[in-house]
């Protein structure tokens, strides 16, 4: 059996530092990307993802934040990663939460 992924490409990243505006969250990062590249089957609040860096190496992660940002702009904020472990260029993937289409039977109709 065989798991379909969700895969989005960093745009941009904002690191979240101790006393960071009046925005009321821990030290982390908020990673911004094309909602397109999903079909806009986004991850949900507390969902585990993978963040793959162009370096190869990848640190698992857990979603804190879903926010849209215009038409297909989206970001997610990650609690306790640093700017450098989700650089711009880095991938997001996460488990889709759709389910294929099934093919239907043909039915038999007596006549």
Not at 29 to 36: A, K, L, Q, Y
Not at 48 to 60: A, Q
Request: proline share 9%.
């Amino acid at each position: 059996m065989t798991m379909d992924l969700q895969v989005v490409s960093v745009t941009d990243v904002l690191e979240v530092k101790p006393g960071f505006s009046k925005i009321p969250l821990e030290p982390g990062v908020v990673v911004f990307f094309d909602g397109r590249q999903c079909s806009f089957d986004l991850p949900t609040i507390g969902q585990s993802l993978e963040v793959l860096r162009p370096d190869g190496t990848y640190h698992k992660a857990v979603v804190g934040v879903i926010k849209e940002h215009g038409h297909a702009g989206r970001s997610i904020y990650i609690q306790g990663l640093a700017r450098h472990q989700a650089p711009i260029g880095s991938v997001l993937y996460w488990p889709a939460t759709r389910k294929p289409s099934q093919p239907v039977a043909p039915q038999l109709v007596n006549a």
